[in-house]
């Protein structure tokens, strides 16, 4: 499933084709087998409230999201062989490095989901 990801309290778009990690298996792999990460793409993993760069090739935005998508905690640019957590989160969303910083994404902010 693809999505399409947008800060509804900045009126900017996150991802223009996202996917979601729906599986346990998709949820484990995550990016692993991607060479890297487009401008508009992402993976938005749910539940999950920790992630990891091991075996990656390229850094990631990481946003942490509650239950109504809003912006709990960011990392930006995690490069690999690194860990991620935010215990409080529901889901988390992968972005091209970069992409938090270029939309001016913020905690508070709410994020939507829609149909890519």
Known sequence: MRIRVRNAT???ELAAAAGAAETSRERRT???RHEQLEP???LWISPCEAVHTFGMKFPIDVVFLSRKRKVLKIK???VP???AV???AHSVLE???GTVAATRTAP???LEFLPA
Do not use: S
Request: aromatic fraction near 0%.
């Open 76 to 78: 930006e640019n995690v």
């Open 30 to 32: 995550g990016l692993l």
């Open 10 to 12: 900045r009126g900017v």
């Open 40 to 42: 508009g793409d992402g």
């Open 108 to 110: 508070g902010d709410i």
């Open 81 to 83: 062989r690194r860990i």
């Open 86 to 88: 935010c215990l409080r």
């Open 95 to 97: 972005l091209p490095a």
